[in-house]
């Protein structure tokens, strides 16, 4: 992904709550108070502690941490929903703080869609038209509108369900009509708030990989809240970890399962399998170092590529009992798996922790 740009991008963001909240961030960045002298001193809660990231185009970027932790909080600041106490937005290098109530309006009927936990569908209207209600506010034509919400209704497999009432419809359903709502203004970004968690496991499992599937097909910009590692491994391609405000180590969920950056991620990460997050290239030798002790690699043995995890990789192995040649994007032999790398893999962690 490194090679996109940044579609959202936040400098320095901190969020002080409370009437004294400028006093209070001059004290905790200028004297270092901490949280609790904040709140005793200026009666103010520090919500946002400095927190920097971007966000590149088409990403699905998770920001996690236990309740509490600002996840919330800061993802609200992406759409001003609430104001920054200082920092920097930028969406598409254009500055959030500095649009006008037109323009901020404009930013947020048009370009950016939000899905939150609890789906605030209205009851009493149907399906199609509680989908097609962001068209609605910006004055689409009741025929265009329809349109819309109906190919939307395909694309979160909820055809023949458009005339019922929101609340005929189970959990999970109101789920996707809370997606297809978000999707149906086709808006650029999308802004996730623990959407799947208030759903039964099966169902959170089904829509983790429908949203996936779709949103390699719509390839929307997505800031994905959670507070469950195992949802934000499966659809993130990077993850934001935070604690008290402050975001403690962003990387790949390979990155931070492999390599956490302190015992607080260490502890996060315990529970998720080597084998969902660890890839090929992590774990290959180069062909060189493996032909010089070994012969030269015949032309018979089984590919795999570059991304494929490691249990796909032992899987693989396991009926063939010979080295894996690693592929990249261009079908270029790039590397060599041996049984000897994969048990090291999952014993070690395979990057010689």
């Given at each position: 992904?490194?090679?996109?740009?940044?579609a959202i991008k936040i400098?320095?963001?901190?969020?002080?709550?409370?009437?004294?909240?400028?006093?209070?961030?001059?004290?905790?960045?200028?004297?270092?108070?901490?949280?609790?002298?904040?709140?005793?001193?200026?009666?103010?809660?520090?919500?946002?502690?400095?927190?920097?990231?971007?966000?590149?185009?088409?990403?699905?970027?998770?920001?996690?941490?236990?309740?509490?932790?600002?996840?919330?909080?800061?993802?609200?600041?992406?759409?001003?929903?609430?104001?920054?106490?200082?920092?920097?937005?930028?969406?598409?290098?254009?500055?959030?703080?500095?649009?006008?109530?037109?323009?901020?309006?404009?930013?947020?009927?048009?370009?950016?869609?939000?899905?939150?936990?609890?789906?605030?569908?209205?009851?009493?209207?149907?399906?199609?038209?509680?989908?097609?209600?962001?068209?609605?506010?910006?004055?689409?034509?009741?025929?265009?509108?329809?349109?819309?919400?109906?190919?939307?209704?395909?694309?979160?497999?909820?055809?023949?369900?458009?005339?019922?009432?929101?609340?005929?419809?189970?959990?999970?359903?109101?789920?996707?009509?809370?997606?297809?709502?978000?999707?149906?203004?086709?808006?650029?970004?999308?802004?996730?708030?623990?959407?799947?968690?208030?759903?039964?496991?099966?169902?959170?499992?089904?829509?983790?990989?429908?949203?996936?599937?779709?949103?390699?097909?719509m390839k929307k910009t997505?800031?994905?809240?959670?507070?469950?590692?195992?949802?934000?491994?499966?659809?993130?391609?990077?993850?934001?970890?935070?604690?008290?405000?402050?975001?403690?180590?962003?990387?790949?969920?390979?990155?931070?399962?492999?390599?956490?950056?302190?015992?607080?991620?260490?502890?996060?990460?315990?529970?998720?399998?080597?084998?969902?997050?660890?890839?090929?290239?992590?774990?290959?030798?180069?062909?060189?170092?493996?032909?010089?002790?070994?012969?030269?690699?015949?032309?018979?043995?089984?590919?795999?590529?570059?991304?494929?995890?490691?249990?796909?990789?032992?899987?693989?192995?396991?009926?063939?009992?010979?080295?894996?040649?690693?592929?990249?994007?261009?079908?270029?032999?790039?590397?060599?798996?041996?049984?000897?790398?994969?048990?090291?893999?999952?014993?070690?962690?395979?990057?010689?922790?």
């Amino acid at each position: 992904m490194g090679s996109l740009s940044s579609a959202i991008k936040i400098e320095n963001v901190w969020k002080v709550f409370g009437n004294n909240s400028s006093e209070a961030l001059d004290a905790i960045q200028n004297h270092g108070i901490s949280k609790n002298e904040a709140l005793e001193k200026y009666n103010s809660v520090i919500g946002v502690s400095d927190v920097s990231f971007d966000v590149k185009q088409g990403e699905i970027f998770c920001v996690m941490g236990l309740s509490g932790s600002g996840k919330s909080t800061l993802v609200r600041h992406i759409n001003r929903l609430l104001e920054p106490t200082s920092g920097k937005i930028l969406i598409n290098d254009q500055d959030v703080m500095k649009l006008d109530r037109e323009n901020l309006q404009e930013l947020r009927n048009k370009k950016i869609g939000m899905v939150f936990q609890n789906f605030a569908l209205m009851p009493h209207r149907s399906v199609v038209d509680n989908i097609a209600m962001p068209l609605e506010i910006r004055g689409v034509s009741k025929n265009d509108r329809l349109d819309a919400a109906n190919k939307i209704l395909d694309i979160v497999e909820l055809q023949g369900w458009g005339n019922k009432f929101a609340h005929e419809l189970s959990g999970g359903m109101q789920q996707r009509v809370g997606l297809a709502r978000a999707l149906a203004a086709d808006p650029e970004f999308l802004l996730m708030d623990e959407p799947f968690s208030a759903l039964d496991p099966l169902i959170r499992r089904q829509l983790q990989t429908e949203f996936i599937k779709l949103s390699k097909q719509m390839k929307k910009t997505t800031v994905f809240i959670t507070h469950d590692l195992d949802e934000a491994v499966r659809v993130g391609h990077r993850i934001a970890i935070m604690r008290d405000g402050k975001v403690i180590q962003i990387g790949t969920p390979e990155q931070i399962v492999v390599s956490p950056a302190d015992d607080y991620v260490a502890d996060f990460v315990k529970g998720i399998s080597r084998l969902k997050v660890v890839q090929a290239k992590s774990i290959m030798q180069t062909i060189q170092d493996y032909e010089k002790k070994n012969s030269a690699l015949s032309d018979d043995l089984e590919t795999v590529h570059e991304h494929d995890l490691l249990s796909r990789l032992i899987e693989i192995s396991k009926s063939k009992q010979k080295p894996l040649v690693v592929k990249d994007e261009n079908k270029k032999s790039v590397g060599v798996i041996t049984q000897s790398d994969l048990l090291r893999a999952v014993v070690e962690g395979g990057d010689g922790e």
